[in-house]
C-alpha cells in the first residue's frame, strides 16, 4: 500500500427476471475478496450529490493525503464523518449471494401448491495564498483538517499542495489539469494528528461531503497515478426512483440465478469462483465494462445476505429524504440501492464515472443456487429411477455452467461430482 492517498480512488448465462426466492440462504461474495478495491456511497436527489468515502488507508497518518474535484466550494456543514459500519453494512446487503434448495421426495405424490402471494416490502472565506492558487475555506472535521483549494494553473496547484505538507506523486499536475481547465474547485484533506489521536483508533473515518451539481458523476482520473495494474471500484448509489448505470460506459448485470454444483457451497471455493468469474468477464471485454451486482428497495430484499439498513444509515448515508426531521420514515419514500462494481486501468477508463439514475425499479441480484439433490435410494419408487436420471442430467449442466463462467477444467469439475449409480426399476431383485 502506498504511503500517500491522492484523489476520490485510492482508488453465458442469460439472466433470468429476478422474482420472490425462497431458498435458504447460505453465503455472500464482498468485498474482501478483492483486496485493491475502494468503496464509494453516492447518494443523488435532484441535483444535490453526496459522496461518502471509505478510506483503506494503512500507512502514518501524517502521510495522507486526500484531493477531490468538487463542483463548487464546500462549507464546513456540507463535510462530515461517517461510521465505517455503514459501509459494512451495505457491502453484506448488496454483496452477490448463494442460496440452496433441498428437492423433494419423489416417492411421496403431492397436490401442486397455491401459487405465492405477492411479497410485501418490510415496514420499517477565503485567503489567497499564491497568485494562481486561493483558500477558498479551511475547517477541521472529525480527524481531518480540511482545505478547499481553487487554482488556475495546475502546476502552481501542485506546487502549493506539495510546499504546504501534501504528501502527492510527482506529476500529479497532468491529472489535476482538465479539472482546473472546467473551473472545478478542489477539497483536501489531510490526517489532524491531535484529533486522529481522541479517536484511539489507527483507522480513519469515512469522509463525507455534499454539492449541488447538474452532474451525476464520479470523478476517477486522479485516481489513476501510479495505479499498478486493475484497480477495482464498488458504488453504492441510493436514488429516490430507479437503479443507476453509467452513461459514458457500458453497464451489465452480472450473470444470476445459475444453478451450480453442490460442492460450491464451500465458502472458499464460492468465493474463488465468484472472483473468478468477475475478473475473466471484466477482463474479456478489457476492462471497460461496469457490472451491476444489486438493485433493490433499501426496505427489504428476499434472499437477504444481510438484514436491510436502517432508514437512519440510509439517511446518515445521504438518503436524507427517507426520514423526516425526527427520524420517522416519510410516506411513500423510498430508496434504490444499486451496486455496481468495476475493474479498471487508466487507459480502459480514460473520462470520469458519468452515472444516470433510470426508472427501472425491477429487483435485481447477482445470486447463484444449489439444489440438493433427495438423500433416498433409487430403489425406492418407479418415481425415484426417474429422479436421479434427471439428477445426473441436472448435475452435468451445472457443471458446465461453473466451467462456462469460470474457464475451469470440466473434466476437473466433473471430478468433484458425486458418484453415483442409477437403477432402473426392472434391476430390482425380487425375493
Keep these: 500500500m502506498p504511503k500517500w492517498v ?38 443523488r436527489d435532484g ?5 461518502s468515502m471509505r478510506n483503506d488507508y494503512r500507512g502514518e497518518p501524517t ?31 448488496t454483496a452477490p449471494r448463494l442460496v440452496e434448495y433441498r428437492d423433494d421426495d419423489p416417492c411421496v405424490e403431492r397436490i401442486p401448491p397455491p401459487p405465492p402471494a405477492p411479497v410485501a ?8 495564498v499564491a497568485p494562481l492558487v486561493k483558500v477558498e475555506a479551511f475547517f477541521t472535521v472529525g480527524e481531518y483538517d480540511i482545505v478547499i483549494l481553487s487554482a488556475q494553473e495546475s502546476d502552481a496547484l501542485e506546487t502549493w499542495l506539495t510546499r504546504n505538507g ?5 506529476g500529479a499536475s497532468a491529472a489535476l489539469r482538465p479539472y482546473v481547465r472546467q473551473g472545478m474547485k478542489f477539497f483536501v484533506a489531510k490526517v489532524n494528528l491531535k484529533e486522529h489521536a481522541k479517536g484511539g483508533t489507527q483507522f480513519l473515518s469515512p469522509l463525507q461531503f455534499s454539492f449541488d451539481s447538474e452532474k451525476f458523476m464520479l470523478p476517477m482520473r486522479l485516481g489513476m497515478l501510479n495505479a499498478k495494474g486493475p484497480q477495482d471500484l464498488i458504488v453504492y448509489t441510493l436514488t429516490r ?44 471485454d478489457n476492462y471497460r465494462t461496469v457490472f451491476t451486482e444489486y438493485a433493490w428497495d433499501s426496505s427489504w430484499c428476499d434472499p437477504c445476505a444481510a438484514p436491510p439498513p436502517t432508514d437512519n444509515e440510509i439517511a446518515a448515508a445521504g438518503a436524507g429524504w427517507i426520514a423526516d426531521g425526527r427520524g420517522a420514515r416519510v410516506r411513500n419514500a423510498s430508496v434504490i440501492v444499486t451496486r455496481l462494481h468495476l475493474r479498471y486501468t487508466p487507459e480502459s477508463f480514460p473520462e470520469d464515472l458519468m452515472l444516470q439514475e433510470t426508472g427501472d425499479r425491477d ?17 425406492q419408487c418407479e418415481a ?11 448435475e452435468d449442466q451445472e457443471a458446465r455452467a461453473l466451467a462456462r463462467l469460470t474457464g475451469w477444467n470440466l473434466s476437473d469439475i466433473r471430478a468433484w461430482l458425486p458418484k453415483r449409480s442409477v437403477l432402473k426399476p426392472a434391476d430390482k431383485q425380487v425375493p
Design 6 to 43: 491522492l484523489a476520490l480512488l485510492a482508488l453465458l448465462v442469460a439472466p433470468l427476471q429476478a422474482q420472490a426466492f425462497c431458498g435458504f440462504y447460505v453465503g455472500k461474495a464482498d468485498s474482501s475478496l478483492f483486496n485493491e478495491s475502494s468503496q464509494i456511497i453516492l447518494a
Design 47 to 51: 441535483q444535490r450529490t453526496t459522496i
Design 63 to 93: 502521510e495522507f493525503a486526500l484531493v477531490v474535484p468538487v463542483p463548487v466550494v464546500l462549507k464546513k456543514n456540507d463535510v462530515k464523518v461517517l461510521d465505517q459500519k455503514i459501509f459494512e453494512h451495505l457491502d453484506s446487503y
Design 121 to 128: 416490502a418490510v415496514a420499517r472565506a477565503g485567503t489567497a
Design 166 to 170: 501534501y504528501n502527492i506523486p510527482k
Design 241 to 284: 426512483s430507479g437503479r443507476v448505470e453509467a452513461s459514458n460506459y457500458r453497464t451489465v448485470k452480472m450473470p444470476t440465478d445459475v444453478a451450480l454444483p453442490v460442492y460450491v457451497r464451500d465458502q472458499a471455493i464460492f468465493k474463488n469462483f465468484y472472483k473468478t468469474m468477475f475478473v475473466r468477464l471484466a477482463k474479456a
Design 363 to 379: 429487483n435485481f441480484q447477482a445470486r447463484y443456487i444449489l439444489r440438493h439433490p433427495w438423500s433416498g435410494s433409487p430403489l
Design 384 to 394: 425415484a429411477a426417474t429422479y436421479f436420471q434427471e439428477v445426473s442430467q441436472r
